[in-house]
């Protein structure tokens, strides 16, 4: 009986993953339009709230930072609010209709910034801020069409700020804990952000075949 429970439990995470990963994958294609009458900045804000690959990427490298030194968390937030504000300016510029599919790359740094923060990796500041570079980068150019018909400036501020607010707090959350269990299951959570990047980049690569 035991074992049964324990085989149904694990069925069920996995249910959830992917059930979020299908959730994660027509998020970008959809967003751009949606919002867009909110007005530039707010728009650049909910567009960032709304793309759950973007949030959990975030929330991930809160974990990870979580286990580093305090010192990294002011200059990793700065990094994120730089790279997003750029990212957007070049994905609207070089790529406004989304022709690129950035699917697998978000995939992929769903995966290291998952499994960097199961494993509790410990890096150097210069590899952190340059791995935090990338995911503002990737994660500002995934969104760089929804600002379309907006002013590019004011959208591209809201994103960045969003993005900084939300590794902001979820930093300030994960310093918080302090006790050895809930380090486990911060640990947890990253493992589980590691097997949705995991299963994005499978469902990214099976939907890109079916479309070649």
Known sequence: MSSLKQRSGVGGYWLLTIG???????????????????????????????????????????IWTSFLDRGLDARLIGVVFITVFAGVLLGATIDPEGRFDLGGIVAALLTAVGLGGAA??????FPMLGFASVGGLVGGAAGGGGAVGLSLGLFSLG?????????????????????E????????????????????????????????
């Open 120 to 125: 509790r990796l410990r890096l150097n500041a």
């Open 20 to 62: 979020l990963a299908v959730l994660l994958l027509p998020a970008p294609a959809e967003a751009h339009v949606a919002l867009q009458s909110m007005g530039s900045f707010w728009s650049g804000v909910a567009h960032v709230l709304t793309s759950l690959d973007q949030v959990f990427f975030l929330v991930g490298l809160a």
């Open 159 to 179: 994103g960045s700020i969003a993005s900084a607010s939300v590794l902001s707090y979820a930093i300030l959350a994960t310093r918080r804990v302090g006790n």
């Open 181 to 212: 269990w809930g380090r486990i299951a911060m640990r947890a959570g990253a493992s589980w952000i590691a097997a949705i990047g995991l299963m994005l980049f499978a469902l990214a690569m099976v939907y890109r075949g079916g479309h070649g």
